[in-house]
């Protein structure tokens, strides 16, 4: 299995990161906020666990919307 991990910057808002979680990893708001609270405070969060095709996929939707809207948030995928 594979975790997608979202990496801090100090560009991408916070709101944003907590959007991201919702629509493209289904979180519920309180478990995208803590995802993203992680990110911020520790500079890395995993999004989630995968196998490796849908972690690279949804890494890759992540990047696509990040870029869409300016930011420059990094996402990765890292075997368990």
Do not use: R, W
């Not at 906020?33 to 949804?58: D, P």
Request: net charge negative.
């Amino acid at each position: 299995m594979y975790k997608v991990l979202l990496h801090n910057d100090d560009y991408t808002s916070q709101e944003f990161v907590v959007l991201i979680l919702q629509s493209i990893f289904h979180k519920s708001f309180a478990d995208a906020f803590k995802i993203m609270l992680a990110v911020h405070n520790s500079g890395i969060g995993i999004a989630g666990v995968y196998t490796h095709e849908i972690a690279e996929a949804k890494c890759n939707k992540v990047v696509e919307m990040a870029q869409s809207q300016g930011f420059p948030l990094l996402c990765t995928v890292e075997e368990e």
